[in-house]
T-cell receptor, first 115, second 116 residues
Framework: AQSVTQPDIHITVSEGASLELRCNYS??????LFWYVQSPGQGLQLLLK??????LVQGIKGFEAEFKRSQSSFNLRKPSVHWSDAAEYFC?????????????FGRGTSLIVHP | KAGVTQTPRYLIKTRGQQVTLSCSPI?????VSWYQQTPGQGLQFLFE???????NKGNFPGRFSGRQFSNSRSEMNVSTLELGDSALYLC???????????????FGSGTRLTVV
């Protein structure tokens, strides 16, 4: 069965510092990988996705993620964090089921940004 | 265009009661999925509907059910509520089952259900 692990429950960074959020997945086939962000009181917003091709993918809001098959990882990065990036971040792996695709989410990483 | 609309935003129910939550997808979207989000279990998939048919169902008891109407609006129902059903229920819509994965699901803001 597929699974997603986000090892860090909370991450605290200073505004302007770089950020890396870790994500490890377990999936037997080629994974479809996603990062979503959830602001307080809001639903999830897609930041970026990986299906195939270039292993470094660019997303919205200046985020990028790198797929490393050998490490089963899909870490999210941002070179300079803004206070508005404070939110909950979810990594997900999509798997085929019943003629559709269902994402399985990690438990999330809460990002705290200090001024 | 309008996003995914979930109603109501907040709901308080008593144990043993039943509840119905509503989700209106983005216009033109035919796939609707439901998720339960709790601090203890995180985001858990409930079910997915496409063109009024349930395509997938998560590992939840039969008290949780759903349906989709011909206009793609969806409802989920929870009968005989338990304290543990307190959660944020999120609905997500996509153009169709396959491209929802490619383009990413669009989520609503959720319904916060509190069972007392």
């Amino acid at each position: 069965a597929q699974s997603v692990t986000q090892p860090d429950i909370h991450i605290t960074v200073s505004e302007g510092a770089s950020l890396e959020l870790r994500c490890n997945y377990s999936y037997g086939a080629t994974p479809y990988l996603f990062w979503y962000v959830q602001s307080p009181g809001q639903g999830l917003q897609l930041l970026l996705k990986y299906f195939s091709g270039d292993t470094l993918v660019q997303g919205i809001k200046g985020f990028e993620a790198e797929f490393k098959r050998s490490q089963s990882s899909f870490n999210l990065r941002k070179p300079s964090v803004h206070w508005s990036d404070a939110a909950e971040y979810f990594c997900a792996v999509g798997h085929a089921s019943g003629g559709s695709y269902i994402p399985t989410f990690g438990r999330g990483t809460s990002l705290i940004v200090h001024p | 265009k309008a996003g995914v609309t979930q109603t109501p935003r907040y709901l308080i129910k008593t144990r043993g009661q039943q509840v119905t939550l509503s989700c209106s997808p983005i216009s033109g979207h035919r796939s609707v999925s439901w998720y339960q989000q709790t601090p203890g279990q995180g985001l858990q998939f409930l079910f997915e509907y496409f063109s009024e048919t349930q395509r997938n169902k998560g590992n939840f008891p039969g008290r949780f059910s759903g349906r989709q109407f011909s206009n793609s609006r969806s409802e989920m129902n929870v009968s005989t509520l338990e304290l543990g059903d307190s959660a944020l229920y999120l609905c997500a819509s996509g153009p169709d089952s396959g491209s929802a994965l490619f383009y990413g699901y669009t989520f609503g803001s959720g319904t916060r259900l509190t069972v007392v």
